[in-house]
Nanobody
Framework: QVQLVESGGGLVQPGGSLRLSCAASGSIFSIHAMAWYRQTPGKQRELVAGITSGGSTNYADSVKGRFTISRDSAKNTVYLQMNSLKPEDTAVYSC???????????????WGQGTQVTVSS
């Protein structure tokens, strides 16, 4: 019903930057919030940054001042600008949307397939 497709991951050197994108498509009635999560093997998935439909944002303490989440509501797309990347930022980054389906009108959480970010010299 709602599909999320991420892009922009890859390999970057420490101190470098990457910009992730996540586009929502399908039958969408409304999107209440979108967020980026990350996960490394053996660890729980953690919230990196989130943004509401009203534009309010929140960040994990570990990325504050380095990452910026933004949203283009007209395109149903959320971005994560990642600067000053560190090796510990290496993870699979997944996009999440708290959205209401245009078919069932049920509000649910939707996930993208994830994109690998590797920070290494």
């Amino acid at each position: 019903q709602v599909q999320l497709v991420e892009s922009g991951g890859g390999l970057v050197q420490p101190g470098g930057s990457l910009r992730l994108s996540c586009a929502a498509s399908g039958s969408i009635f409304s999107i209440h919030a979108m967020a980026w999560y990350r996960q490394t093997p053996g660890k729980q998935r953690e919230l990196v940054a989130g943004i509401t439909s009203g534009g309010s944002t929140n960040y994990a303490d570990s990325v504050k001042g380095r990452f910026t989440i933004s949203r283009d509501s007209a395109k149903n797309t959320v971005y994560l600008q990642m600067n000053s990347l560190k090796p510990e930022d290496t993870a699979v980054y997944s996009c999440n949307a708290d959205a209401r389906s245009g078919i069932s009108l049920v509000r649910s959480n939707y996930w993208g397939q994830g994109t690998q970010v590797t920070v290494s010299s």
